[in-house]
């Protein structure tokens, strides 16, 4: 295994309500990316922290938020919960977040918005 | 044009063939390049990184081809245990640190 992981494994919320997923990166990595994954879908680049700073972001709408903290683990915020927004949330660590880094994923979180 | 396109098949095959997949991608300072591989409900975990020169890693084979951003991996003597989702992924350099994946092929390796 990687040792990436991540907590919850499944969550089901209704729209409107807000959700936390977390994520433990591997030890020794100080940088976490998070990606949506919806099904039938590649997944989809969230964005990424280094040292607990945002270090780049996808086309995603500002709901969504991240925290990193000083061990390296990571969240992902999500308010106003849309339909679409249903999917696996996957968070992956790397040593430096570097395109010669591999990034090791988590199991993820099975998120359902009803 | 999508950032990366592949065929999402399903591409049925039996034990012991065969098979190629492709995938072509957009962005012509991209850097690097991998092929994932993600079970049914699972996380997608990396098969192998894609080299210019190509590489093999026992019976895979992936292929580079930087002047037609295509991108390959070759399976041979295929196995049950190869039924999967293959993701090909790039990684664009420069200041960019995200993974850009393909909607993955699906592989079913038939008895």
């Known amino acids: 295994e990687t040792g990436v992981t991540q907590s919850p494994t499944h969550l089901i919320k209704t729209r409107g309500q807000q959700v936390t997923l977390r994520c433990s990166s591997q030890?020794?990595?100080?940088?976490v990316s998070w990606y949506q994954q919806a099904l039938g879908q590649g997944p989809q680049f969230i964005f990424q922290y280094y040292r607990e700073e945002e270090n780049g972001r996808g086309n995603f709408p500002p709901r969504f938020s991240g925290l990193q903290f000083p061990n390296y683990s990571s969240e992902l915020n999500v308010n106003a919960l849309e339909l679409d927004d249903s999917a696996l949330y996957l968070c992956?660590?790397?040593?430096?977040?570097?395109?010669?880094?591999?990034?090791?994923f988590g199991p993820g979180t099975r998120l359902t918005v009803l | 044009r999508k950032e990366v396109e592949q065929d999402p098949g399903p591409f049925n095959v039996p034990e012991g063939a065969t098979v190629a997949f492709n995938c072509t991608y957009s962005?012509?300072?991209?850097?690097?390049f991998f092929w994932y591989r993600q079970d049914c409900r699972k996380e997608p975990k990396l098969l192998m990184s894609v080299y210019s020169s190509g590489n093999e890693d026992g019976r895979f084979t992936a292929q580079l081809n930087r002047a037609s951003q295509y991108i390959s991996l070759l399976i041979r003597d295929s196995k049950l245990s190869d039924s999967a989702t293959y993701l090909c992924?790039?990684?664009?350099?420069?200041?960019?640190?995200?993974?850009?994946f393909g909607k993955g092929t699906k592989l079913s390796v038939i008895p």
């Open positions: 992924v790039v990684h664009s350099g420069a200041g960019s640190y995200q993974l850009t």
């Open positions: 030890s020794g990595h100080n940088t």
């Open positions: 992956a660590s790397s040593l430096t977040g570097t395109d010669t880094d591999t990034q090791y």
């Open positions: 962005n012509s300072a991209s850097q690097s």
